[in-house]
């Protein structure tokens, strides 16, 4: 996976550039770190932390530790919500405002996501589900312009299965979130109930999507 990740970055000219990385402290963003930090880039990490779960305070402090142990900067925020009405959408938002209130400050260009392949199949059928325009259920792209920054994606060729035998070879410390499990959530509900099928009639599920 790191050669892999490595050639992208060369081919997109990001091997000389500063770069933020959203971590979560979940497998795929621990992943992702990781793998950076072993092609020794020069990196910034930002963590938000919900607030809605215990946990979430034990996570924030875990990758404010790991930072310092690495020696990497690490801006960590706590989201406050106005309503619970639409959770997803308004945590979205503010993840993002304080992605660019941190890059705008350390003169930043580029935010490195952990969405994989799995990831790319959740939003292509939720796009569809919900009528969106032929270019938009093209799904996610490794590059996007995003404001006034772009949003790098390195890990979107790799399954969740290969993230997690990433971590597994490198006994990687990471945390659950149960809340991706609940199918309260569309996107889980098509994690857990429609991906398996999809992978179990075709193998390469992903490489196709």
């Given at each position: ?25 979940g497998i795929d ?16 990490v930002i963590h ?17 530790d790991f930072c ?142």
């Amino acid at each position: 996976m790191k050669e892999k990740v490595l050639k992208n970055l060369k081919e997109k000219n990001l091997i000389n550039e500063k770069l933020a990385v959203a971590v979560s402290t979940g497998i795929d963003s621990m992943v992702l770190l990781d793998i950076l930090i072993k092609l020794k880039l020069d990196l910034v990490v930002i963590h938000l932390n919900h607030q809605k779960r215990i946990e979430s305070f034990k996570e924030e402090e875990f990758i404010k530790d790991f930072c310092k142990k690495k020696d990497i900067k690490c801006f960590v925020k706590r989201l406050e919500f106005e309503s619970e009405a639409n959770f997803q959408a308004e945590a979205r938002k503010l993840r993002y405002e304080y992605y660019l209130e941190v890059m705008k400050k350390m003169n930043i260009k580029y935010l490195c996501l952990a969405h994989h392949a799995d990831d790319q199949i959740e939003t292509i059928l939720m796009r569809i589900l919900r009528g969106a325009s032929i270019e938009a259920i093209s799904g996610m792209k490794e590059i996007t312009p995003f404001k006034d920054i772009y949003l790098v994606r390195p890990l979107l060729e790799f399954s969740k299965k290969e993230i997690k035998n990433y971590a597994l070879k490198e006994n990687l410390i990471y945390f659950e979130d149960k809340t991706n499990s609940e199918e309260f959530y569309e996107r889980n509900r098509i994690r857990k109930n429609v991906i398996p099928s999809l992978v179990k009639e075709n193998s390469k599920a992903h490489e196709r999507f």
